[in-house]
């Protein structure tokens, strides 16, 4: 009696998505064999429930890559937006990401408090977030670059870090943001030393050794005549990605009887899109406008 | 006197190669912030030492980018070299590799048991492989389907799994290739019947469920005449790439004095490459054969 | 130069407190070993920063100690009594425990947000409570149980979990005095139908099945008279323990010049002490009325 | 129709075990309520198969309870023995430890490589070996020190430690003895100058500072008249715990027919019980004498 119960159920089962996932890969009982018993060393990485989950992403020796490829010193404004393009791939492409933030040649994802992502195995989150952006760095690389020959794949690496406030998860984006601007600073005036003064790379480090915020605004502004604040906001400030409503105007085919000509019809579709900001998320402000980032029922 | 110490210390770290990398990235004690704090919660991932790390990626989705690029069924000749193009790479770009096996869209990458790379932390083995896989896939894409233009960039996922032992090493390999044949003699026959005999993927389906190596054997070899030994051995037992020393022949140019002409010379120069095989890995024979793969102080 | 160094910092370091360490357990020079490299495979267990961390106990195959002992059923007023004094000795010997509630062979404790004791490492956390509780078992058994002799030693499993805020951590404690609520009214019901009623353990079972709660709080009443919430509160709500002022009252000796003789002198102190209270964790009440649990900053 | 599918299998798993184990502790349906959700905040804490699982539990505060109980100096025979004690019968009340190893206020358990003890949960594995160790600790204190009474019940923490192979188990063990012998012989010349040439202990440590083996030797013949290697082996070289067949002889009453009186007879069993070893597990001897240890399938 039990014996038939179950071959019911197998054949409730067998719709048709199953069918076609078993003709590719094949169902777990033809693939058992005696080896099978190796899967039980897999462990369990399951991120903490009801916490953020944070994906870092940083390129491996980009030091060399920048290099090599001529990126424009301090900043490289081809490279930042390459990145914000990979960046909103990987929040279209995958699951729950609320917000992202990158400067440099980071980026982190921020993926929903209550996401259940492939039940929240943090081995999921990071390599499928590093892989979809590798992938998207080589493929829009010429959106970007144009002519300039890509000359070999970068690497990423990437970690999983699990916030369980709030207030963490505000002051990890404010960690990365005055990060990225005490380097930019520091950037912005190591190479004026280098490129305007003639300094070598040594004697600009020197120079800057023991600096404090003040004096080097003062350095720009009395040597370069640069006001730091009027930097563009993309290097000061890094750039935030946010789901925002876009209305895309799209061209539509429209299929009439025979005897007119096909026309073209212009038909407008509002989507949600990864949307950059430059703005301060260190302040209250940000997230105060932004009261939905943080709603755990978002 | 302990500031004095100290001050010396510092002093006499202060090389070319730390003052090279403060000024790409700023040293610790520059970006120290009141957020810094958010780094505790970090958790280690420290993969068991004296272990063999695993790190096996699989493709998001491969089913419809399969289809979306008309792979050839049940397989398609390019789409595994590139898969073993990509692999290749990862072993010569990242550290420790001591032996690779792909079959369909997966790869399993074995580091070496004592490898110390990145402190064994297993956040760093799985997002660097399968970045690098994935950066090296649409790299090299035009390279094994030519002018067929890749639609998208494709996601990876990884894992990583620690075996304590070489008996369980060899045996997640076996398990792995047993898989391929399992799913390859599935696929061999599904396709058959569906591209010769004009089912239909559920009536193929039904023909070979509860069938057995032997049925699917003989619907081969009675129905199309096909020899399952005789089918391509990439396609039974899938790719082990093993580090070999490889020839390499390079034309080299050749500063002469300025009378003559520059010559250009052929130079042999012997280097280790990632090899490809398609061998039984189930077997004791193939590790007898390269036992240098399981010798621990290799 | 930098060798001088290290000998005066050494030595700067050798004060008392290090001397007595020193000759207690030897300084970790002393006692390294070509064997020490085994210390590199303990795992960190640190739990997540700025958690609820709960560790829960439970006793080991308590029915077949309760058994032996002659507990009574449902409730051992005795047994519940000495399991309370062996939380509080726990309260009373860790640092940073908050509240703790027990029912039953079982005790939660839960330690502060911001706790750092031993670096907040879960092995700490849970052997430290289950050792400590166990050895009290036995040393305050003869103050609950007189002469009736303790048979064996009992044995206590341990857990650890991590909760990121405090809707979490008040859900815990409700789960576990709604487990408490749950098992009390079946086992009260079951206990009467065996006890007062003669029916076998089979039969009471089989009676109780698929009853719910007013179905019992009726065969209580109708049956044996019992309205449920007349139970001791104990029984029916557990215990919490929370750190309360208690006044307590010293006899200290008093050291007076030679000529008189010594007297005692009644001198009142205030301490903190862990209070228990049987009061219902799970409505809004408590938590209002006891801020200072939740208080991250108490 | 599968509602009454899975009614029948419902049905079929009301088994008398199932029945006993709900009137014991309610079952899983019945405890269910809104705040069960809790549950999964329970992290997987599971050993790596096929690894040697060690439980290490130390005294907490040892020092202080030495003192409080006038423990002889620098090793006391009765605290050692009561350790021992209590190791025996955590390897008797828990599964599958194949060795122990302890000295001074520590004890090393060994779970065998394969067990599947609450399959392998490492806070089971710790909080069972210290709860166990620390109840029996107060359970037969008055075995070893008679009248003495205990004054408070003492604390251990305990750790879960993973090797990966037999070399790295042996070299853990080597470890524990390693340091044994280290601070034995310190712990033997520093209170032989304390005991008996009158030096404080910041003296006695200062005479020490910088000493290797052979003067710690030298001072306690020259000095004391000791020859170390003639001190108490268990001293030297700890306490080990082996599984050995043990004659047990019973004094058993016999019932005999009414005409005799009752007599009683002399029985012998063979059990297998832990028994103590002072023995060097350093070198290869020991793990020859005892090939049963490391044997996996043992």
Request: aromatic share 12%; glycine share 4%.
């Amino acid at each position: 009696m039990r014996a038939a119960c179950k071959l019911k159920v197998r054949d409730s089962l067998a719709t048709t998505s199953v069918i076609l996932r078993r003709f590719l890969k094949l169902g777990a009982t033809m693939a058992k064999s005696k080896f099978e018993y190796v899967r039980n060393f897999e462990a369990d990485d399951t991120c903490l429930a009801h916490c953020w989950v944070v994906v870092r992403l940083d390129g491996r020796n980009f030091h060399r890559f920048a290099e090599k490829h001529n990126f424009a010193k301090p900043n490289d404004s081809r490279a930042l937006h390459l990145m914000t393009k990979c960046a909103q791939t990987v929040m279209q492409e995958l699951e729950d990401i609320v917000i992202a933030y990158g400067q440099s040649d980071e980026y982190s994802f921020v993926f929903k408090r209550k996401s259940n992502w492939f039940k929240r195995r943090a081995s999921k989150f990071m390599t499928l977030v590093v892989s979809q952006f590798a992938s998207s760095y080589v493929f829009y690389w010429r959106n970007y670059f144009g002519d300039q020959p890509l000359l070999y794949p970068p690497g990423f690496d990437g970690r999983v870090v699990v916030y369980p406030t709030n207030q963490t998860l505000k002051d990890y984006l404010s960690w990365r943001q005055a990060d990225c601007h005490i380097n930019n600073l520091y950037n912005t005036v190591f190479w004026a030393l280098v490129q305007q003064s003639g300094l070598t790379p040594v004697q600009a480090q020197r120079r800057l050794q023991g600096t404090v915020t003040a004096d080097k605004n003062e350095i720009l502004f009395s040597e370069f005549n640069i006001n730091y604040n009027n930097e563009p906001v993309m290097y000061r400030k890094g750039t935030v990605l946010l789901w925002q409503k876009v209305d895309e105007v799209m061209t539509k085919e429209v299929k009439l009887p025979a005897e007119v000509e096909g026309e073209q019809k212009v038909v407008t579709r509002t989507r949600m899109k990864p949307a950059p900001l430059h703005c301060d998320v260190i302040g209250d402000a940000f997230w105060k406008e932004h009261p939905e980032i943080l709603d755990e029922d978002s």
